[in-house]
């Protein structure tokens, strides 16, 4: 489901493509990415953004808000175990 936010997002990589970059993944890899595909066009650099915008927006409906981690190349990680399962020697035993 997109958010407000996530619509300013998108208006902000219309603009300027390396600013949403920026605010999606920070000062990484992409962020370099980001702006040398925007030197070479603009709709490289536009494609790039709307790519890890998506990738943030699909990590939200995974992992819920702010359950997940950027970890690079438009990949996110789950900030916590969502296993309920209890520790192996827990109970009794057999």
Not at 12 to 21: L, Q, T
Not at 23 to 34: E, T
Not at 59 to 86: C, D, I, L
Request: with cysteine; proline share 6%; net charge neutral.
């Amino acid at each position: 489901m997109v958010k407000s936010s996530d619509v300013v997002l998108i208006l902000v990589a219309i603009i300027f493509p390396p600013a949403a970059a920026a605010f999606v993944a920070g000062c990484s890899c992409d962020l370099c990415i980001n702006i040398l595909l925007t030197i070479l066009g603009y709709f490289p650099g536009l494609l790039h953004s709307l790519w890890l915008i998506y990738k943030k927006i699909e990590a939200e409906e995974r992992y819920g808000r702010g359950g997940f981690v950027y970890v690079g190349n438009g990949t996110y990680q789950p900030v916590h175990s969502q296993s309920n399962a209890p520790p192996a020697n827990y109970g009794a035993t057999a």
